[in-house]
């Protein structure tokens, strides 16, 4: 665990202790794992529920500040909030600490926000970093081989994992591309997936041709999956189909789904057929 982070949290938690502020109850809307995330980063720092999400919403603005962005233009920032309504009291400073930000209509988005980064740093990077380096290693050195093969190789990697999800593979292209997509319906929600293998990291003249493809398809869910995606991409996707109703998509990396990291976790919620699927066998056949 980073003593960096956790250092900083429960000091801050100590002078509260000690100097008592003003509380005012509001209504947190998080997920079930969001909730998950914070019982853990809480069991590990000897921090109470309420103190951790009063520490995240400050941390995001803290970690959006130290990045000179706004924090709703974080990566972490969230599409939309839980269903699980939860009363916590929120302290005078961490008001203040959003209102300065111009967040303090968005508490719940900035607590996720910093859920999301302080579970990253605290126990995902924990877990990384208890495994023996050559643990690791095997998963860098698929992406390195998947990243260097041609496009027709990487065109039928995706065909096969959009088979392993249950989905029909749509079009078939050709030449320099690396990408292919799949539609179907799983539980009963129109799937779009694309696989994009390029080297390069995924960027804005993307971002038209999927919204496109989502309002072609009338998509309710899409999952995108890539080696890497520019910094602002989920952003800009974020604005160029937030006019689709009841639309939602997970942006995903070989390294995500390799090390079933926790932004690989929430996409398996949504299609559970994910968690099954095979990269290693699927480059093998290819």
């Not at 961490?94 to 980064?117: D, N, P, R, V």
Request: with cysteine; hydrophobic share 40%; charged share 25%.
């Amino acid at each position: 665990m980073s003593d960096t982070y956790a250092d900083q949290l429960v000091t801050e938690a100590m002078q509260q202790a000690n100097k008592p502020e003003r509380l005012q109850d509001a209504v947190i809307k998080l997920t079930q794992s969001q909730i998950a995330q914070v019982d853990k980063i809480g069991a590990a720092l000897g921090l109470a529920f309420g103190v951790m999400l009063n520490s995240a919403a400050k941390y995001a603005v803290f970690y959006a500040q130290g990045r000179m962005v706004p924090v709703n233009q974080l990566n972490e920032y969230p599409e939309k909030v839980g269903t699980d309504s939860i009363k916590e009291k929120i302290t005078v400073e961490t008001w203040f600490k959003l209102k300065q930000a111009g967040m303090k209509e968005y508490l719940s988005e900035c607590i996720i926000t910093g859920i999301q980064l302080l579970y990253k740093q605290l126990i995902a990077t924990d877990k990384n970093n208890s495994k023996d380096s050559k643990d690791s290693e095997p998963a860098q050195a698929l992406i390195d081989t998947i990243s260097n093969k041609t496009p027709r190789l990487k065109r039928e990697l995706g065909k096969n994992w959009i088979i392993q999800i249950g989905l029909e593979v749509k079009g078939n292209q050709a030449g320099s591309s690396c990408s292919i997509d799949g539609t179907g319906f799983l539980n009963g929600k129109r799937i779009f997936f694309q696989s994009n293998l390029r080297k390069r990291p995924l960027d804005k003249p993307i971002i038209k041709s999927l919204s496109h493809q989502f309002k072609q398809n009338q998509t309710d869910l899409a999952i995108i999956l890539a080696i890497s995606y520019a910094k602002q991409f989920d952003l800009q996707l974020k604005q160029e189909t937030q006019d689709i109703d009841n639309f939602k998509y997970h942006l995903l990396t070989l390294d995500n789904c390799l090390n079933q990291t926790a932004i690989f976790q929430e996409a398996v919620k949504d299609v559970t057929a994910l968690a099954n699927l095979n990269m290693e066998g699927c480059l093998e056949k290819c």
